[in-house]
């Protein structure tokens, strides 16, 4: 066995590290905290393996600092945080974390719909604040869920596992995505069509698509007005998906009744205005983040690692291309 250098740019669930340690000697960012572009550089410097987080940025300059640098595991399931294609020039494979966060991402994303829709934050806070005086019947009114219309933008593992919950709330499904989904077809009756129509008849809209230069800004000004009055968006999947300025206006005038956000287009900054409302919840981009699921996923990255460093192909790798071109 060869014995290889690993950094990890943040402490993971202790399995994944007894996994990798077993094997290889790693080096792992000793602060709680996201690392600078320059920490990474030098922190790569002599390794043979990068793992590394969602927040980071690992860009050309990074993956071409070390020449023995061959393997890049990401912790998430999304990965444009990599340029892929600089990876792919220098042969070095990247795998990410899919199906083991399906479900935990599309439970938040519930979470999210329920707290919009009942204004569960607004209402706690209420009460704490000492304002509760009694059962009114005008108090803190937010829109049924059972028996609405669920639009689903983008339904790969995520999208689809969130569209399969609404099972107990007899929802008409309205999808959009570039492939038939012929599962939700045929278990929920869900109908394939146009964004616009999706929009202009959903009373929830949830987005689920990776992000890539086809999906950023998918949601903007005249997207969100065409939504209903009523309606909720949800997102869980990458912040610049949605343009979070023409947000702001939306919930503002009340283009639509509210919104649920776990991602934000400039992380970890979210724009001042948004804080200030309270018709939108927000979350600290925290999907995946149960016990169960972040040890999944960190064994699984750790897995990845394994295997790409001895030179074979990461069971989760996106750029199989690495093994194929030559
Ligand atoms: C979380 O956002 C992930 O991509 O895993
Ligand atoms: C991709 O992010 C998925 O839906 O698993």
């Known amino acids: 066995m060869i014995v290889m250098k690993i950094f990890i740019t943040r402490k993971l669930p202790e399995q994944a590290l007894e996994l990798l340690k077993k094997e290889h000697e790693l080096e792992i960012n000793p602060h709680d905290r996201v690392l600078t572009k320059d920490e990474i550089i030098k922190g790569v ?11 980071d940025t690992i860009d050309k300059d990074i993956i071409f600092s070390e020449p023995k640098l ?41 979470a999210l719909l329920f707290s919009a829709a009942r204004q569960i934050v607004k209402g706690d806070k209420f009460t704490r604040d000492g304002k509760f005086k009694g059962w009114a019947p005008m108090l803190m009114l937010g829109q049924d869920i059972s028996n609405k219309t669920l639009g689903i933008i983008g339904t790969g593992r995520i999208g689809t596992a969130f569209a399969m919950k609404s099972k107990g709330f007899n929802m008409k ?6 492939k038939p989904n ?8 869900a109908q394939k069509v146009e964004l616009e129509e999706l929009l202009r008849k959903s009373d ?10 086809s999906t950023r800004h998918l949601i903007g000004e005249k997207q969100l007005k ?17 343009d979070e300025k023409a ?13 649920g956000l776990d991602v934000y287009e400039h992380e970890p900054m979210i724009n001042n205005e948004l804080l200030k409302l309270d018709n939108v919840v927000i979350q600290p981009h925290s999907a995946s983040a149960t016990f169960e699921t972040r040890t999944k996923m960190a064994i699984m990255a750790a897995e990845n690692m394994l295997e790409g460093l001895k030179g074979n192909i990461p069971p989760n790798c996106v750029n199989k291309e690495v093994f194929t071109s030559h």
């Open 247 to 259: 947000l702001v206006r939306a919930l503002k005038e009340k283009w639509i009744f509210s919104a």
């Open 226 to 242: 065409t939504m209903k009055e009523t309606a909720i968006l949800i997102n869980t999947s990458r912040g610049p998906v949605v």
């Open 173 to 178: 499904i309205l999808y959009v995505n570039t």
């Open 182 to 189: 012929k599962i939700l077809e045929k278990e929920l009756g």
């Open 70 to 110: 061959r393997m890049i595991a990401n912790y998430a399931v999304g990965f444009n945080n990599i340029d892929i294609k600089a990876a792919t020039e220098k042969d070095i494979p990247v795998s990410n974390t899919p199906g083991v966060l399906t479900d935990s991402t599309a439970e938040m994303a519930w």
């Open 204 to 213: 929830f809209v949830s987005i689920h698509v990776p992000l890539s230069p």
């Open 45 to 55: 410097k002599g390794k043979d393996g990068l793992l590394c987080l969602l927040s």
